[in-house]
């Protein structure tokens, strides 16, 4: 079936180093993808997203890149804070509406 | 900021019980809310797209009668989970799009209820 996955369970980085986070996609027909934040015992948190039709966005401190020819998302944290430690989720709106399905997700270790 | 607020934010139940979990939208009208599973370690699964004066479309494998949802009006959403099992013990999250934005990404997330059935 179709899915939105992701790369690597666990990502461990030191404080103050670049992270980047991995997800993979099944479903060509995505018209925006988004990333997600989600701590512990927390909703998720809206972090970055990107229309089908680009390639590259970027916000505060993180950069999202996508690339249809793969079918590969990723997440780029500038300068990783210890604050940035959660789970990251990957998710894609499929057309026809506002439905999210999201991926497997990420969690990302800060050690200071 | 759009808020989006549940009720409780966690409850102990007994096996045979059925529990309600309330889904608020605390600033902003939503037709549209949607509920959503996560185990421990795991990811959100959605579980049914809740419509305000209609009935909740729910996904492949979730079943309507074990998890009924009642959309009363534009800032509630109920979700009972009836009959509860300890198969049933998760992390129950809701989110909401404002009626107002036709933008996708406009959908905030609760807090999410952890229901633990004994």
């Known amino acids: 079936g179709e899915s939105v996955g992701l790369h690597l369970p666990t990502l461990s980085v030191q404080e103050g180093d670049n992270s980047i986070i991995n997800c993979a996609y099944s479903?060509?027909?995505?018209?925006?993808f988004i990333w997600y934040k989600q701590e512990s015992g927390k909703g998720p948190q809206f972090i970055i997203d990107?229309?089908?039709?680009?390639d590259k966005r970027q916000g505060q401190r993180v950069t999202v890149l996508l690339n249809k020819t793969v079918k590969h998302l990723s997440l780029q944290i500038a300068a990783t804070q210890p604050g940035d430690s959660a789970v990251y989720f990957c998710?894609?709106?499929?057309?026809?509406?506002?439905?999210?399905?999201f991926g497997a997700g990420t969690r990302l270790f800060v050690k200071a | 900021g759009a808020v989006v607020s549940q009720h409780p934010s966690r409850v102990i139940c007994k096996s045979g019980t059925s529990v309600k979990i309330e889904c608020r939208s605390l600033?902003?009208?939503?037709?549209?809310m949607f509920w959503y599973r996560q185990f421990p370690k795991k990811s959100l699964m959605l579980m049914a797209t809740?419509?305000?004066?209609?009935?909740?479309?729910?996904e492949q494998g979730v079943e309507k009668d074990k998890f009924l949802i009642n959309h009363a009006s534009l800032t509630l959403s109920t979700l009972t989970v009836t009959s509860a099992h300890p198969e049933d013990s998760s992390f129950y999250i809701c989110?909401?799009?404002?009626?107002?934005?036709?933008?996708?990404?406009?959908?905030?997330f609760g807090p999410g209820t952890r229901l633990t059935v004994l």
């Open positions: 989110s909401a799009n404002p009626d107002v934005s036709s933008s996708y990404n406009e959908q905030f």
């Open positions: 479903n060509s027909a995505s018209d925006y």
């Open positions: 990107i229309r089908s039709n680009m």
């Open positions: 998710a894609e709106i499929r057309t026809g509406g506002f439905k999210t399905i």
């Open positions: 600033d902003f009208q939503a037709t549209t």
């Open positions: 809740s419509n305000e004066g209609s009935k909740a479309t729910y």
